[in-house]
Structure formats: structure tokens, C-alpha cells
């Protein structure tokens, strides 16, 4: 946020949880495609067309299985990753207070709570965004510590924006390719000389990054600047470039914002496929119903505690979830 | 290394003096960068032209060294008017010109830096090139001594001759150097509360703060950056009289590195910090003086850019912090 | 080596797809511009120096007296008349090389006054060396100039090295200095004088500062100054930096000497330091103008002002290049009589040593006085 | 910003335009057309074309001039428009560079000059490497006046360490070895038509003191091997991740880009390709003092990389021979020539804030579109 050159977008992502732009969907869900008022603006400035052009079909029967990097397999079932009474403040602002859950290995885990409970920062404590004030986080059993972003997503915890960050002004393809490199090591000379370490990258890389593109349904739009897809390809765009860095999770910060019934719909439907293939995924959604479809179980934060934890038909009848999230926020419950 | 400690009070009180030019000339740099987030590069000439115009209004109004109290004081006000003028005058004209229509097409801040640079480079060589230009309409004949020479230093009589009033270690402290430092610490302090008590001043913060909610909340952004510009360009004005005061002489590039100088000093008492910027100038006026003494004259600038560096290895964000809009000015 | 032309001129031509192109030998090495008579050679006089700039006051200085001698010289020869040729480097060491090239490929240029910089002349002079072309500089003052053999190497006043200790001798003669302090702007001029004025006083300097140039705060260096008691300060540098200096100086209540050289000597020091320069002592190896009263008649004739810094020496470096055109000599044999030229100039007796130095130095001291520079006589 | 790029429903309708035009030949006239524009910019110099040619100056040492821009631009154009990090103290390197050859040719050794010239390139990119270590971690608007500060710190020290020569620079810098293989001459218009000048010839490859266009050649084969390096590291994942940095220095971070060894990268071989570029300054001029290294230089340096559009090695190229030709082409405007190059910078900020060719990535689409081809072509025979 601190380059020169890179175009301006919305709010940042990384701020506390404390300032939290608008929620996602403003309306009911449908009638409008552009609900994220100014903040979640695609990248570039581009106006939005009708979503109903929109609906792009994935292809769910390619192989996007997460490659092997040398991570310690872990069976289904067992925890992949641990929150553990993590407290993180800002000054005087207390973001997360003594957060704990964890991740299993194979489901999908939904992360929600109100505007402000602390949801983001608990993504960017987990990539290594922010080191926790207290406490820590554990992954395949092993704190991550002061690890870099970098390395984190190398280990294999990979993530989507809330305001979709693409690299603006790089082909979707380019995009994709960034996130494969994660676990490429040509370097300058490789590069320089063409040597058969650059060649066998580059080969492997074009065609894992073209096969994600596939898989999500963009294949056609492999040379179109990020800046100049559709809004709803930018968000897919963005899962690819995350499952190109082969995660063992996959976090995913609010996909669905907006998007219409038709293409949450088409969304769901990924998220599982994703999971299908190998991926654990956690889940960041405003929306109530994406989220009891989809998810396993849920996690429920407000004003950076946790409140409730459970499976979707349990969280549905938490009297404390109700309070605190659905009766203030019904609609966008809808 | 003996010499700077026999000699502190003569080398802490003259590098005050200078360092209260730079921290005037600083508040420029840190209020549109709050504002705007980019290095007005052309700031520096902002400065340069109120040099002159305070030279000249002494020229037309026969300043002369030994006149009597009340026509110095006179023309010491006709200075400030003249220079505040003119700096306020040439840097809401660089923003019209060189950063408006950038913001209207939403050009990355590379691009503004490189308008400001040009811009920067036309304001210098006009001034250089003065006895040309006004060759051409005619009137070099009544501005001659205006123009003379342009590429030359331009000198000014001193028209408030230094008197020592008391000592400090050994150091006879004039009237000049108390004139500077005390008159550039009430502007800052007037400057303060203007940000923090005006409309105008509040508007400034909260464009600061968030752009996009303050033009919601109805502040109209364009006449806020203007106000800016003027603002920092005031400030330059009195910059430049305290430096005529106590340098004497000018030239159409006195403003570059000074202007450099005074963005280090900006960046080190945290840019966009007001107070930053009175404190910056200071420190990096005594460290220049300091250095000065241990190692050469000859060193000054490389220490001064030496401790910007480590500075921001040390304290990135400068010594006071950053932001216009959350920090307390 | 001629065979392999029949390469590279099919191509030439190929990639110009011109008309018509012929090859074109023989001696004639310039087509001729002009017909003019044919005991004319319309030849040309280069000037090489600063002429735009920020250091452009001093080129111009020297390009008002080549243009005085040319006037001369064009009056008494109005049927063959010599035209110069203004190579404006801008100071600047990078673009000399290329400037020197174009002079040396007009081949109607037979010598030129300058490089006017110790810089530039340096950058050029090589070149004016292998090419044959001569060069008088009225300006550059460097000892080590004419230290590299340059066969073409002249220079019209005394070096550094001249200047060094009769500044010295008058700082100690007739300042009457016991406590000198000494500084300089890093330049190569500047440090240069500075450092021979050091050797010389020898202990007596009680302090020493360097200074950069275009620098306008000089807090430390008058505190150093003033601290150390000197009665005297030597300043090797320009006149930019010597104007503040000293009023900074005045101003801060230092009540010594101030000493400086040439590369001060300019009314544009009085005009800016005003009051404060007043008692500055300037040495230069220059002749004061009232030695030569027909040059500066003539000049303020022209140019509405005195005669400045170096315009004598432009004068009279132009003179000695238009005697030689004069006595037929074309840029071959204009070496060898430079080389002989012994005649008396309007700032000097015109003669040059082996190395190209002027043979006949004298450093006259100067004084500001009143707002002018007034000469008090010869520095023996 | 968004204009540069055409979006794909504007670009198919459009009739082919030159660029397209050009990309569709066959190759063998496409490699015709390489080899013939190559050889027009070997010949460059003594055609002696009217009006291209430069009145005021020798146009062999003017195109030397430009060719070391040209350099120069590739090498920030890495730093500056790859990885998006604003470098105000290029010159810096330049003087390093610059400074090498005159230490260990002429100053304190006598060393050969191919062996220094590798050497200067060394001690650039490690002078980046120690500039940039500490200061890329600081925040890019910062990074300009870190950088700016360098640069000054650098000519500082050159002008008051009398090791390095002091302002009196170093002199008498010895010429590249050099051999020669054929005579060039060149051509004269002063008929009105072009004729061949046998006696003015430049020889190749003779590096004399009085013939820059041998240097001007030299300046030309290195800056196709930079260029070759550069088109070869930017079409790969070190390419990539400069620019994903450039773009989003977060999000590229969370891709699993380590950001800051790229940044420091780019830094390095932007300084060796400036060292470099010095090198050959110092070496045609012979002489060099802190007078050649001003701070103007940079902000030269900068414009030329941002006038010709920054991130495009073929934009830069232009801005670079805007910068340094312009100037010495127009001489007769002498005291006006900044005035003239500020105006410009404005105007060019204001109406094409892109430079004046932006990157294209069209081009680089196409390509993309090739290769998808060639990988599904390659999945239908196994």
C-alpha cells in the first residue's frame, strides 16, 4: 500500500477491524450488481456490466487437485490448522480477544460475524499479515510464529480479498502464474540462459495456471488484462491465483459480494468442487444462506470475540448468534 | 570535535536559525503530501520566488542598512507581505496548472512527480532567465536592476543589522537570529491552530483523514487542495523572508536544495505531521551545524541525508509519526 | 584497407534508397563552402567555453573580447574577413569531446580561444592535441595543464600555481596576517589555490574548512572563523559563494581581512555582498584596465560596461590567433607561431614558455573600494 | 489510465493497424526487417542524414551521448517502471560505475580494461545491494528522497575524497584495446545529394580520441545484449513477480512472492546496468570529474524513463533519445533548452501521463495466445 505506482482502490484490507468499510450486499440480494458502493470496486475503475452476462460455467471435472510441495499430508479429519487464544490489539483498540478454533483437514468452515467483529483481521493473523499481540496460531501442528506472508502461503495457507486485489495491469493468465510461482525458484541466471530449470517451470507453470483457468471457467480470457474482466471473473480470477499457489487451505474473504442468487448459487457449487478436489477451504460470507449451504461448520465472531461455534443448524438456533448477528443485521441475512 | 564543544551555543543557535527556514519550508512538502500523498517536487521554487519577491520590495522601497526603527519595521512587514504573496501566488498556480489536471485524469503519483519536476524546472529557468524575457517586452530598462545578471546571485542590503542583545556560552545571540527563530516558531503555532480550529483548517484534516468521506460529508476537495497550496505556499513566503534576513542573497537555484533539505526535514519529524515538520527542520538544521563542526563544512549535506537514512531504517514512519488528520496538529 | 569499402557503400546507399550517389575521393577533404578569393581562406576562430548556463558570465566575458580583437582584425581586413565560431560547452566536461570534434573537423577553424574550464580542458585538450588544432585558454588556471605535453596547449595568464603564493606573500607582506584562516569550495580551482596558500603560510593558518559550492548557509564556517580569532581569512572559490561568506561574516561582527583570487574578481560579488565587501582583497594575474586604456575605451565603446574578468586575455588570445591568419598561416603552421609570438598584448607581453605557459606573470592585487575594484599595484 | 489498453471488444473490429500490420508478416521478412534497421543504426552516424544530423555538435559523440541513455533508461526502467520503485539517485551508480574504470585504469592501477569493466558492474550492483537492503523496507514515497540522497552522498564524496581525485577528477583514462577490421566511410550532402566521403571513414573497431563512433558501436552491441537480458528475465517468473510487486506489493507478498528480495533485485541489476553505462561514459570521455554526476542527471534519467512510458523497454528507448537528442539537435535554443524540457515534462504529464509509448500488452497477449495453441495442440497428439 505503500508503492507509488499502484492504482488506489478502495479501503485496505489489512486496516483493524476497528474501521470497517460497508457491509457487502446493500439491497436484497438481485436487484442491483452494484452493491459494493464504492469500496470493493473492481480493480481499474471498470463500470460494472449486468451480472447476468456474467455468469461464467466452471469446469468442474478438471484436475486442480493441489500439487504436491513437500507438506506433511494430513488425513481427513485431523486438524490442519489451530487458532489458539490469539489477541491482537491496536493501540488501544482490542481487534481480537482470545480467539481460539480450528481448522479440520477436508471441510469447509465458515467465518462470520457483524461489520467490525474482527473476521479480516483474523484472515490477515493467519497469513502472517499481522503478528498476534497474544497467543498463536498452529499449523499441521506447528506454531507459525513470525513467519513472512510469503513463506506462510509457501507452507500452504493461501487467501482471496475482500475488495479484490488482482495484479491490475498483468493478464489473467500472469495472475495465475505469480501464485504457481510460489514454489518456483528460477532465477535471474535460469532466466537468463534459458536452462532447462526455467524451460521445466515455465512449462509446468503455464500449463497448471491454464488448467486453473479452465477449471474456473476463464480459459477464454487468459491474455485479458485483470483490470478488464468482468467483475464476477475478478473474484474468480482471484480464487484461481490463490489455488495456483497449491494451499492445503484455501480462505476465501467474502467471494460472494456482489454477486446475484444465480451466481451465489454458481459459487457454492465451486467452493464445494474445490473442497471435492483436496482443498480444505474457510470461509469469510456476509451471506447467511451461502454460508449454512455450504459450510460444515461456522464460527461466529463479535467485536473480536468468538461467541458461538458449531454446525449450521446449531449456530441457526444460537440465541447469542441471533442477538448479536442476525437481529441486527437481517437483511442481510436473507 | 573540541571546536564544536568550546564553540556548542554558537553552532546550536546558528543551526536553529537555519532549521527554522527549513521547518517552514517543510510545512509545504507535509501539508500537500497529507492531503495529496504526493512530493510536490516544485515546492523548493515556491520558496525561491518569495526570495525574490522580498528582494525587490526592498529595492523598490530603498532599503538601506541604519535606517531607524519604524522604517525598518516597515519594511520588514512590506517583506512578509510581498513574499507571502508572491509564494502563495506561484504555488496555487502550480497547483492549477501542474497538479489539477493530473488529478483529473487520475494519473499515478509517478506522473505528478514528473509534472512537478517540469514544472519545477520552468519556474527556476524563468527566474534565470529574467533579463531575456523582459529584453523582449521593452522594459529592461526600468527593471534593470531587477533582472541584472539573472543567472547570477541576487543581493539585498541588510536592512536590520545584527546586534548582539545577549550571550549564551559565549555566543553573542543577535537580534536576527531571535527575530528568526522566535518569528518562525509563532507562525507555527498560528498555523496549528488554523488547522485545528478553522473551518478551512478542519476541512484540510479531513481530507487528510479519508478523501472519499470528506467529500461526502460535503467538503469540496478541490477548493480544500487549493487552500493547501496556499497555505504551504505562505509559509514559504515567511521561509523566505527570514532567509533573506539572515542569508542576504538569492539566485533563480537557491531553491533546490534547499528544498531537498527541507523535505528530509519533513520526512523526519514524520511527513504530513505539522509539528513533525517544525521539529524536523530544527534537528536537521543543529545536525547539519554539529556536523559541520566535527568533520567540515564541506560534509554538511551528506550528514544531513545520512540521518535521514537512518531515520527511516529506525523510526520509518519519522520521529513524530505520520498523518495530518490523526496526528494531534 | 580501401577494398573493403565496396561493402559498406552498396549498403549505405541501400538503406538511404537515394538517387544519385557517387563516390567522391581525392584530397579536397571539405567540398568548399564558398568561392570566395582564392588567397581568402575565410577562415574561423572557435570559442570554446561556457556561453548559456549557469556558468555563463564568465564565457561571455571572454567572448566580449575575441569579439572586440575580431572587430579589429575584420576592419583593417574587410576583404577577407575571419568569422568565429561559438562552441558553447556549457562548462560542461561531458559535452566537450563532441564539441571539440566538430571543431576539429571544420577544417577552416585554425585555432581556438579556450577551453575556457580547467574541466573542459581537460575532456577537449587530448583531442585539440592529436588534431593539431590550437588552443589559447584566457581562463583555465589548473598548474597541471600544461603538465601532459600537449603540443597544443596554450594559455594566455598565469596558473594556479603563480597565483598561490603571491597571494601568500601579500597575505603576509602586506595584510601583515599572523593568524590566517583558510578556506576553499572544493572545486578544483578553488581547493587548488587554497591548498598552495596553506603550504605557503605554514603555521600561521589557524584553521582550515572546505565548503560546498552553491552553498548559501556558511553558520559553521563563521563560527569556525570567528572561534579561531584569524585576523585574515583566504577564500579560494568563486565569486557565488564568496558574496555570502563574507556577509555572513560582517554580519556575525568578523572584522579581519578577507582574501580572495580571481575567480572572485567581478562586480557581481560587490553588487550582492554590498557593504560587506567592502576591503575584500582580490589577487589575479591579471592587468589592471588601466593599463591598457585604448582596450577599455574600446570595449565600454561596445559593450556599455568595464572590461570583466578575462576579457583582456580573450582579447588578446584572439589577437595572437588573427596575427597568424594574418601572417598566412593555416592550422598547421599556427602552432609554430603561437609558439614564436612574442609581441605585447593589452593585459600582458605576449610569449609562451615551452610548456605553453604565459613566460611573463604578474599578480596585481586588487582592493574594493567604494563599490569598485580598484587596482593597489603589482604583488612582487 | 485505463485508455492505454484496448478492451477485447474494441480491438477486434479495428482494422489492422501498423503494429499489427507488422506482427503478421512472414518471419524471414520480419528477421529482414531486424537485420536492415540494424545495420541503418550501425551506418547511423555517417550517413550524415540532414536535419536528423546535429548542427552544433559532432553527431558521432551526440549519438554516443544517446546511446548511454539509452542504457541507462533500460537499467531504470527495470527498477522504475518492473518494479515500481521510484529512484531519484540513479546517477549514483553511474558514478560508480564511471568512477571504477578511472580508479583501476588510470588513478591507483593500470589494469586492462576488460577485466575493470566487469568489475564496475560488480561494485554497482553491490552498492545497490547496499543502498537497497536497508532503505527498500521503508515505504516507496520515502525511497525517492533516500534515493535523491544518494546520489548527493555519492558526488559528496567523489568531490572531497582526494583518493578519488577531488573535484579535479581523474584524467588520462586509457582507450578499450581495440582491433581493425574495416573502414566505414561516410556520407556527404553538402551538393545537395548524398555522395560517398572515402576520406572520412571511421574504422571498426579503433577506439582513438577523435572518432566516437567506434564507441558509439560499442555503446550499440551492448545495449543489445542488455536488451536480450532484459527481454529474457522479464518473460519469466523473476518478470512476474517484479511486476505483481508493482502492482499490489501485498497481495503479491501473500501470493508467495517475497517481495522485498525481488524489490532489492531489481535494485541490484538496475545499479549494475548503470554501473555499466557509466563504465562507457568514462571510458569514450577519457577524463571524468563529480561535474559529469550532477543530481540533474537523475531527474534526466528519471524523465527519460517516465517520457517514453514506463515499464515498455521500447518506450524507454524513446524517451531516452528524446532526452539526450532533443537537446544537443536544438542547440540554437542554448539558453532556453531547460526551460523548453520543463514545459515538455508538463505537457506530457498533463496529455500523455502514459509517456509516449505505454506499455503494450496486446502484444504480449498474442503471444500468450500462441502458446496456449501450442499446449493444447501438444495435449491432442499425446
Not at chain 2, 522601497?61 to 535606517?67: I, M, N, Q, V
Not at chain 2, 512587514?77 to 483529473?104: C, D, H, N, Q, T
Amino acid at each position: 500500500m505503500s508503492d507509488p505506482t499502484q492504482p488506489t482502490t478502495g479501503d485496505d484490507p489489512t486496516a483493524p477491524a476497528g474501521t470497517p468499510g460497508p457491509a457487502g450486499p446493500a439491497g436484497p440480494a438481485g436487484t442491483s450488481a452494484g452493491t459494493s458502493s464504492g469500496r470493493a470496486e473492481p480493480t481499474g475503475g471498470r463500470t460494472l456490466a449486468d451480472p447476468a452476462d456474467e455468469v461464467t460455467e466452471i469446469n468442474p471435472d478438471v484436475d486442480i487437485a493441489p500439487e504436491d510441495i513437500g507438506v506433511p499430508v494430513v488425513s481427513e479429519g485431523e486438524r490442519l490448522l489451530e487458532v489458539d487464544e490469539v489477541t491482537l490489539r491496536f493501540g488501544g483498540v482490542v481487534a481480537l480477544n482470545e480467539v481460539s478454533f480450528h481448522i479440520n483437514k477436508g471441510e469447509i468452515l465458515g467465518l462470520i460475524g457483524p461489520n467490525g467483529a474482527g473476521k479480516t483481521t483474523c484472515f490477515n493473523v493467519m497469513t502472517g499479515v499481522y503478528q498476534p499481540t497474544s497467543g498463536g496460531v498452529r499449523y499441521l501442528g506447528k506454531p507459525l510464529g513470525k513467519r513472512k506472508k510469503y513463506q506462510i502461503t509457501k507452507l500452504g495457507i493461501a487467501r482471496t480479498f475482500q475488495n479484490i486485489r488482482l495484479f491490475a495491469n498483468m493478464t489473467a493468465l500472469e495472475n495465475v502464474l505469480v501464485g504457481v510461482d510460489a514454489h518456483h525458484s528460477t532465477g535471474v541466471v535460469s532466466a537468463m540462459f534459458r536452462l532447462p530449470k526455467h524451460r521445466r517451470e515455465e512449462g509446468q507453470g503455464y500449463a497448471r495456471a491454464l488448467e486453473l483457468l479452465t477449471f474456473m471457467g476463464l480459459d477464454g480470457k487468459a491474455d485479458e488484462l485483470a483490470r478488464n474482466l468482468p467483475y464476477g471473473d475478478q473474484r474468480r480470477l482471484e480464487i484461481a491465483r490463490a489455488l495456483a499457489t497449491s494451499p492445503q487451505l484455501l480462505c476465501l474473504d467474502e467471494p460472494a459480494a456482489g454477486f446475484n442468487p444465480a451466481e451465489k448459487a454458481k459459487l457454492m457449487e465451486l467452493i464445494r468442487t474445490i473442497r471435492d478436489q483436496g482443498y480444505t477451504v474457510l470461509l469469510i460470507e456476509h451471506d447467511m444462506k451461502l454460508v449454512m449451504g455450504v459450510t460444515d461448520r461456522i464460527v461466529v465472531l463479535e467485536f473480536g470475540r468468538k461467541i458461538a461455534e458449531g454446525s449450521p443448524a446449531e449456530i441457526r438456533d444460537n440465541p447469542a448468534v441471533i442477538a448479536a448477528y442476525l437481529g441486527v443485521d437481517e437483511e442481510d441475512a436473507s | 570535535m573540541q571546536n564544536l564543544i568550546d564553540n556548542f551555543f554558537a553552532y546550536t543557535i546558528t543551526g536553529l536559525t537555519i532549521g527554522a527556514v527549513y521547518a517552514l519550508v517543510a510545512l509545504g512538502y507535509t501539508l500537500v503530501y497529507g492531503v495529496l500523498r504526493l512530493i510536490n517536487f516544485a515546492h523548493s521554487e515556491v520558496f525561491m520566488y518569495g526570495t525574490f519577491a522580498a528582494l525587490w520590495v526592498v529595492m523598490l522601497l530603498g532599503g538601506r542598512p541604519g535606517a531607524g526603527v519604524g522604517q525598518v519595521i516597515f519594511w520588514v512587514a512590506m517583506m512578509f507581505v510581498a513574499a507571502m504573496a508572491m509564494s502563495g501566488f506561484i504555488a496555487v498556480l502550480l497547483e492549477r496548472v501542474a497538479y489539477r489536471p493530473l488529478r483529473k485524469r487520475n494519473a499515478p503519483p509517478l506522473i505528478a512527480l514528473i509534472s512537478a519536476i517540469g514544472a519545477s524546472f520552468v519556474l527556476a529557468e524563468i527566474m534565470g532567465l529574467r533579463s531575456r524575457i523582459t529584453g523582449w517586452v521593452g522594459l529592461d530598462d526600468n527593471l534593470r536592476d531587477y533582472v541584472r545578471n539573472s543567472r547570477n546571485n541576487a543581493g539585498m542590503p541588510t536592512i536590520i543589522a545584527p546586534q548582539p542583545i545577549f550571550t549564551v556560552g559565549g555566543y553573542h545571540v543577535t537580534n536576527v537570529d531571535v527575530f528568526v527563530i522566535v518569528g518562525a516558531i509563532a507562525i507555527m503555532v498560528v498555523l496549528d491552530q488554523f488547522v485545528k480550529r478553522s473551518r478551512l483548517g478542519r476541512g484540510i484534516r479531513a481530507v487528510a483523514m479519508d478523501p472519499e468521506s470528506a467529500a461526502l460529508m460535503g467538503v469540496n476537495r478541490d477548493r480544500v487542495i487549493q487552500v493547501t497550496f496556499l497555505v504551504g505556499g505562505v509559509m514559504a513566503g515567511a521561509a523566505a523572508v527570514f532567509y533573506m534576513l539572515k542569508i542576504g542573497i538569492t539566485r533563480y537555484d537557491a531553491g533546490f536544495i534547499l528544498g531537498v533539505k527541507a523535505f528530509t526535514a519533513a520526512v523526519l519529524g514524520g511527513i504530513g505531521n505539522l509539528r513533525g515538520a517544525l521539529l524536523g527542520g530544527f534537528i536537521l538544521g543543529l545536525a547539519e551545524n554539529y556536523g559541520s563542526a566535527v568533520v567540515g563544512s564541506q560534509w554538511k549535506d551528506v550528514v544531513a541525508f545520512v540521518l535521514l537514512i537512518l531515520i527511516l531504517l529506525f523510526r520509518p514512519t519519522g520521529l513524530l509519526g505520520e498523518s495530518l488528520g490523526k496526528a494531534r496538529a | 584497407m580501401r577494398s573493403t569499402l565496396k561493402f559498406a557503400v552498396p549498403l549505405a546507399v541501400a538503406a538511404l534508397a537515394l538517387g544519385a550517389c557517387g563516390t567522391k575521393g581525392g584530397d579536397t577533404a571539405t567540398p568548399a563552402a564558398s568561392g570566395g578569393a582564392a588567397a581568402c581562406g575565410n577562415y574561423k576562430i572557435g570559442m570554446f567555453g561556457a556561453l548559456t548556463g549557469p556558468n555563463a558570465n564568465l564565457g561571455i566575458y571572454i567572448q566580449n573580447g575575441v569579439n572586440l580583437a575580431l572587430d579589429d582584425y575584420n576592419k583593417k581586413h574587410g576583404d577577407c574577413k575571419v568569422t568565429l565560431e561559438n562552441y558553447d560547452s556549457q562548462g560542461d566536461p561531458t559535452q566537450a569531446p563532441a564539441l571539440a570534434k566538430k571543431a576539429i573537423d571544420d577544417k577552416k577553424v585554425v585555432g581556438i580561444v579556450g577551453p575556457a574550464f580547467s574541466g573542459e580542458s581537460k575532456a577537449a585538450d587530448p583531442a585539440f592535441n592529436e588534431a593539431g588544432l590550437v588552443t589559447i585558454t584566457p581562463s583555465a588556471t589548473n598548474p597541471k595543464l600544461a603538465e601532459n605535453g600537449w603540443k597544443t596547449f596554450f594559455r594566455a595568464l598565469g596558473n594556479d600555481a603563480t597565483q598561490g603564493p603571491a597571494a601568500a606573500k601579500y597575505i603576509k607582506d602586506t595584510v601583515k596576517s599572523t593568524k590566517t584562516f583558510v578556506i576553499d569550495d572544493a572545486s578544483e580551482y578553488g581547493k587548488g589555490l587554497a591548498d598552495i596558500v596553506r603550504q605557503d603560510l605554514g603555521s600561521q593558518v589557524v584553521g582550515n574548512d572546505t565548503i560546498q559550492q552553491k552553498q548559501t548557509d556558511f553558520s559553521a564556517s563563521v563560527t569556525k572563523v570567528t572561534s579561531s580569532g584569524a585576523d585574515a581569512l583566504f577564500f579560494g572559490g568563486y565569486s557565488p559563494e564568496a558574496a555570502p561568506l563574507i556577509k555572513q561574516l560582517r554580519d556575525a561582527g568578523w572584522k579581519g581581512t578577507f582574501v580572495v583570487a580571481d575567480g572572485v574578481k567581478d562586480q557581481s560579488f560587490i553588487d550582492n555582498a554590498k557593504d560587506a565587501a567592502e576591503g575584500t582583497v582580490i589577487t589575479c594575474p591579471c592587468v589592471p584596465a588601466d593599463v591598457a586604456p585604448e582596450f577599455q575605451a574600446a570595449y565600454k565603446a561596445k559593450y556599455n560596461e568595464d572590461p570583466n574578468t578575462y576579457s583582456g586575455e580573450g582579447y588578446d588570445s584572439a589577437t595572437i590567433l588573427l596575427d597568424g591568419i594574418a601572417a598566412g598561416k593555416d592550422r598547421a603552421s599556427m602552432v609554430d607561431f603561437v609558439k614564436a609570438y612574442d609581441k605585447k598584448g593589452v593585459t600582458k607581453q605576449l610569449k609562451f614558455d615551452a610548456k605553453g605557459e604565459s613566460a611573463d606573470i604578474k599578480v596585481f592585487a586588487y582592493k574594493v573600494e567604494g563599490g569598485k575594484i580598484v587596482s593597489v599595484g603589482e604583488i612582487k | 489510465m485505463s485508455t492505454t489498453t484496448s478492451t477485447p471488444a474494441a480491438r477486434k473490429p479495428t482494422s489492422p493497424g501498423f503494429r499489427e500490420r507488422v506482427t503478421n508478416l512472414p518471419k524471414a521478412v520480419k528477421i529482414l526487417l531486424w537485420v536492415l534497421f540494424a545495420i541503418f543504426l550501425f551506418l547511423l552516424p555517417l550517413l550524415n542524414i540532414p536535419f536528423i544530423t546535429t548542427e552544433g555538435s559532432d553527431f558521432g559523440g551526440v549519438l554516443f551521448t544517446v546511446a548511454t541513455y539509452v542504457l541507462v533508461a533500460l537499467g531504470l526502467n527495470i527498477v522504475v517502471g518492473y518494479a515500481g520503485l521510484l529512484d531519484l539517485g540513479y546517477v549514483g551508480f553511474y558514478a560508480i560505475g564511471a568512477y571504477t574504470i578511472g580508479v583501476l585504469t588510470s588513478e591507483h592501477a593500470h589494469m586492462s580494461w576488460v577485466v575493470v569493466v566487469p568489475i564496475a558492474i560488480v561494485i554497482a550492483m553491490i552498492s545497490g545491494i547496499i543502498l537497497g537492503a536497508p532503505t527498500l523496507r521503508v515505504r516507496g514515497d520515502y525511497l525517492a528522497i533516500v534515493t535523491l540522497g544518494f546520489g548527493e552522498i555519492v558526488r559528496l564524496t567523489l568531490v572531497n575524497s582526494q583518493w578519488l581525485g577531488g573535484a579535479q577528477g581523474i584524467s588520462d583514462i586509457p582507450k578499450p584495446p581495440g582491433f581493425e577490421l574495416f573502414e566505414v566511410p561516410s556520407i556527404d550532402w553538402s551538393s545537395g545529394a548524398p555522395v560517398v566521403d572515402l576520406d572520412t571513414t571511421s574504422t571498426f573497431l579503433k577506439f582513438g580520441i577523435n572518432d566516437f563512433v567506434p564507441y558509439y558501436w560499442l555503446a550499440l552491441g551492448v545495449i543489445s545484449l542488455v536488451l536480450l537480458f532484459d527481454i529474457l528475465v522479464k518473460s519469466s517468473r523473476v518478470g512476474r513477480a517484479w511486476e505483481a510487486t508493482r502492482e499490489d506489493e501485498d497481495a503479491a507478498e501473500l501470493m508467495g512472492v517475497p517481495t522485498f528480495r525481488f524489490k532489492l533485485l531489481a535494485f541490484a541489476l538496475g545499479a549494475a546496468i548503470g554501473g555499466l553505462s557509466g563504465a562507457l561514459f568514462a571510458t569514450k570521455a577519457g577524463f571524468i570529474s563529480p561535474d559529469s554526476f550532477q543530481l540533474l542527471l537523475s531527474i534526466l534519467f528519471l524523465a527519460a524513463v517516465v517520457v517514453g512510458g514506463a515499464g515498455n523497454r521500447w518506450g524507454v528507448i524513446v524517451g531516452a533519445i528524446v532526452v539526450s537528442y532533443f537537446p544537443e539537435r536544438f542547440r540554437e535554443f542554448a539558453d532556453f533548452r531547460v526551460l523548453v524540457f520543463g514545459l515538455a515534462l508538463m505537457l506530457l504529464a498533463i496529455f500523455r501521463p502514459q509517456g509516449l509509448l505505454p506499455p503494450r500488452r496486446t502484444v504480449r497477449a498474442k503471444r500468450a495466445d500462441d502458446r496456449q495453441a501450442v499446449l493444447e495442440e501438444g495435449e491432442a497428439s499425446v
